[in-house]
Nanobody, 126 residues
Framework: QVQLVESGGGSVQAGGTLRVSCAVS????????MSWFRQAPGKEREKVAG????????FYADSVKGRFTISQANAGNTVYLQMNNLKPEDTAMYYC???????????????????WGQGTQVTVSA
């Protein structure tokens, strides 16, 4: 069964950097799209960044553009989210998600994803 395992979360002061990773394993067909979402307490899960492993095209939420970078390694087996200039409002549980096949809406719709990781906590203090 496909597994997504996140790692690399932690606590940092505002302005600091963190990198979270997502390792994808046990799949027979490579995901067509990989994304990072986040969810803060009391809030809905929201898109952060996405990447098409085949084309390398990347997509970002407006709130993280210019600060976060999504990338991949090992032909998409590992997806990274480099987070720079972190802000307290970036505090959330960060989830990796994988999609096989076409989207019913677009990459930002969490309901379209087939597999999720367990999440990794990112905490940014002022």
């Amino acid at each position: 069964q496909v597994q997504l395992v996140e790692s690399g979360g932690g606590s940092v002061q505002a302005g600091g950097t963190l990198r979270v990773s997502c390792a994808v394993s046990k799949y027979t067909l490579r995901p067509s799209f990989m994304s990072w979402f986040r969810q803060a307490p009391g809030k809905e899960r929201e898109k952060v960044a996405g990447i098409n492993p085949r084309s390398g095209s990347t997509f970002y939420a407006d709130s993280v553009k210019g600060r976060f970078t999504i990338s991949q390694a090992n032909a998409g087996n590992t997806v990274y989210l480099q987070m720079n200039n972190l802000k307290p409002e970036d505090t959330a549980m960060y989830y990796c998600a994988a999609k096989w096949g076409p989207f019913s809406r677009d990459w930002s719709y969490a309901g379209d994803y087939n597999k999720w990781g367990q999440g990794t906590q990112v905490t940014v203090s002022a």
